[in-house]
């Protein structure tokens, strides 16, 4: 009888203060601190192999939300045509996620016991790709079937990730967003058009990282302003135009020279405002009322290590969290989208979950180990598309006390019998899935727009790409052909196929033509705006670029005393952290990378002149 020991104090090396590791993927050096083998002992998984990038690249290969085909459903006596986030030659089993959610089938009918001959992922990619998966992920939503992972959606379009919208198009990780198009990460603005990382905003447009502004556009790094256009850094403002303060009545006049309307017009405020930008100070990390944390785009962190992208709930004593949303998170690491959550570690997709190891789409569970599409679920390893299940293997239903028994000796198993993949790399339990059992190809994946690659570089780290679908359509005009302005639009624009100006030479998606929609056409209209030049991927990927990467550098302070380091920016404040005339010593972690052209100020010398 062969006995399991628990190994725990081997394992670990408690002394030492860090250890740097060679990243099995990308084999460059990472470090794991002792808070990070103080989780790893928690939850009993061994340290990763993986660096905390490629752990992302890996986790985000197995999400696609914005990629849609058509597909028929395969649920029996069924062969209605669906809307799909798998593309139709994909080797899995589709169902109309309303006959997949309803009980005409049993997800257990497709157990098997576990065969200790074989590896464990071989055995889990033929359970993946036997069992059904529904065709896209959307709750309670009504007129909006071109939309993935979304809840409470009315009259959208092309709107992903996202939960209480109307009349929205073009979007992804959105929340209570009304009347408006092209938003990435964006909560609660109505009749706006091409935000990033915006909220509470209203007619606003081409706009970033700005709150609660209004009949404004061209503002980056904004708060409370109206009237505004073309403005950096400004606190509760009126009537500015290019960082300078006008009466209404001058406002008013100049504004005229600056439409909106015109595509050429917008094309040279673009130009201006993009220069313009690089002459003001930048905080090196956007992380407000949060304590000992780094990352980007966080609030209400505590001990946060590495994290990005929350959507203002708490997140504590976390790290390499990625679009924390929702409910809280605590406790967890390496994480991307989880909206409440304690003790996970290597989960995607996730929702409500505590004590999860390695796994996909979990809503609601507990006690989850390498399980994927399962649902009010616990203690279940190895299962797919379960619901309301607890100690199943393998989607096999076992008693508490074999159940028990059992996963200790899979653990094991996992471990003696590793899995390698097809160039080399080795899986033990404690690693993510492998990137061969992604239903996805790269480019149709979340992870090509973190970590954008070009097919070859992702062939070459195992992923597979998805050449573009040929086209059975004809583009009837091309971008340039387009009316300059929008009041030269016409009704006959809605029958047209437009090229996209990209013509599908960048790597962006680019499906090479597009059509309006109505509604879209009004919404232009009305806030005159010039029609777009780009097909909607490509105008996502262009905002997705205005974002930095989930990624830290350790870099020091821009301000040199008086003026910036690279003398285009003159402090006006007084700034606490150092002498005027001395340069600033202070060092941070910021998102910003070395290369890049912003003037990057600490927290103290940022709220000096911008606050
Ligand atoms: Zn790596
Ligand atoms: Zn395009
Ligand atoms: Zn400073
Ligand atoms: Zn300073």
């Not at 091309?478 to 009041?487: F, S, T, V, Y």
Request: neutral net charge; charged residues 25%.
């Amino acid at each position: 009888m062969t006995s399991f020991p628990r190994r725990r104090e081997s394992r670990y090396n408690k002394n030492v203060a860090s250890e740097t590791k060679t990243c099995q993927n990308c084999h460059d050096p990472f470090t794991i601190e002792p808070d990070d083998f103080a989780f790893y002992e928690k939850i009993d998984v061994p340290p990763p192999t993986f660096c905390p990038e490629c752990r992302l690249q890996r986790q985000t290969a197995f999400r696609n939300v914005r990629s849609l085909y058509h597909r028929a459903c395969e649920a029996p006596g069924h062969s209605e045509n669906l809307i799909s986030m798998f593309a139709p030659d994909a080797d899995i089993v589709v169902y109309d996620q309303k006959y997949w959610w309803s009980d005409a089938w049993n997800p257990l009918d497709y157990g098997k016991s576990y065969d200790f001959s074989q590896n464990f992922f071989v055995q889990f990619k033929e359970l993946m790709s036997k069992i059904p998966w529904p065709n896209v992920v959307s709750t309670n939503s009504t007129n909006s079937d071109y939309c993935n992972s979304v809840l409470n959606h009315k009259n959208c379009y092309l709107v992903f990730s996202g939960i209480d919208n109307e009349n929205c198009g073009y979007a992804e990780q959105v929340d209570l967003n009304k009347d408006s198009y092209d938003l990435k990460k964006a909560f609660r603005n109505e009749l706006c058009y091409e935000l990033v990382n915006c909220n509470e905003c209203y007619a606003t447009s081409f706009s970033a990282f700005s709150t609660a502004c209004v009949n404004s556009a061209f503002l980056y790094d904004c708060r409370g302003c109206t009237n505004c256009f073309g403005c950096v850094g400004l606190r509760n403002k009126s009537y500015y135009i290019f960082n300078r303060q006008y009466t209404k009545e001058e406002y008013l006049k100049k504004i005229g020279e600056y439409g909106l309307g015109s595509y050429q017009a917008l094309s040279a405020t673009k130009a201006k405002f993009d220069e313009m930008r690089l002459a003001y100070p930048y905080r090196h990390a956007r992380i407000f009322y949060s304590s000992r944390s780094t990352g980007d785009v966080l609030t209400h962190a505590k001990n946060c290590h590495s994290c990005f992208d929350s959507l203002g709930e708490a997140v504590e004593d976390s790290r390499y969290i990625y679009h924390p949303y929702g409910k809280p998170v605590r406790d967890c690491q390496s994480v991307f989208t989880l909206s409440g959550g304690e003790r996970c570690y290597e989960v995607i997709s996730c929702r409500m979950c505590s004590d999860i190891i390695c796994a996909k789409k979990i809503w609601t569970g507990h006690r989850v180990k390498y399980s994927y599409n399962c649902h009010n679920c616990n203690n279940i390893f190895g299962c797919v598309g379960l619901r309301d299940k607890s100690y199943c293997i393998f989607n096999r239903q076992y008693t508490k006390e074999e159940y028990e028994s059992m996963e200790p000796k899979i653990i094991v198993h996992m471990n003696a019998m590793p899995y390698t993949d097809a160039i080399g790399r080795v899986y033990r339990y404690g690693e993510f899935f492998p990137v061969e059992l992604s239903q996805f190809s790269y480019n149709e994946t979340v992870a090509q727009e973190y970590m954008p690659l070009i097919k070859d570089e992702a062939e070459k780290l195992g992923f597979t790409w998805r050449d573009p679908d040929t086209k059975n359509y004809r583009v009837t005009k091309n971008a340039e052909g387009l009316p300059d302005h929008i009041r030269d639009v016409t009704d006959s624009i809605l029958e047209e196929t437009i090229g996209c100006a990209h013509e599908g030479n960048c790597n962006d998606n680019c499906t090479t033509a597009f059509k309006l929609i109505p509604p879209e056409l009004q919404f232009y209209r009305k806030m005159n705006l010039a029609l777009p030049r780009l097909c909607p991927n490509c105008r996502h990927f262009e905002r997705l670029r205005k974002r930095n990467p989930a990624k830290l550098w350790h870099r020091s302070c821009h301000c040199a005393g008086e003026k910036s380091e690279n003398g285009v920016y003159t402090n006006t404040g007084t700034h606490p952290s150092h002498a005027k005339g001395e340069p600033c010593p202070n060092e941070f972690e910021t998102s910003y990378a070395p290369d890049r052209p912003e003037i990057v100020y600490c927290e103290s010398c940022y709220n000096a002149e911008i606050a």
